[in-house]
């Protein structure tokens, strides 16, 4: 699913964006802040927004690339609005959650690291969530589903339609 960045929806982020760049530009280590920037104002780092940092602070667009690629707290596309995290640490995995994990995008239809169409969900694929007594664990937002199977998922995912 592509996503198309709206620029006049985005009028009034992109000229706070501007100014922070212009506040920032001769500071050490520039491009990290810009693009904490920009994904808090954004909610991700699409690519016409790395190219105007690319423009703005003189760097090639595919080290800006790289940095939003390797770095899991960027993302390239918008979040849904409902961010569901499966735990796929060591005991949440033995007890499952690849199972629960296959049915969230069977039911979604999107795969992990993707947005729905209506922009309501989004999946991500956690390391350890520090609930392993609860193995395996889904995470909708900031609630929590522990000891989870996957013919629990549909029932979870039905509250947040």
Known sequence: MEFVFDWEANEEKVRQFKIYIEENRKKKGALMAVLHEAQDLFGHIPIEIQKMISEELKIPL????????????????????????ICLGTACYVKGSKD??????????????ETTADGKFSISATRCLG?????????VNDDVYGKITPNDVEGILNKYK
């Open 62 to 85: 595919s080290e800006i690339y790289g940095v939003v690629t390797f770095y899991s707290q960027f993302s390239l596309i918008p979040k849904g609005k409902y961010e569901i995290g």
């Open 100 to 113: 629960v994990l296959n049915k969230v995008e069977e039911i979604l239809e999107i795969d992990v690291g």
């Open 131 to 139: 609930a392993c007594g609860l193995a395996p664990v889904l995470v």
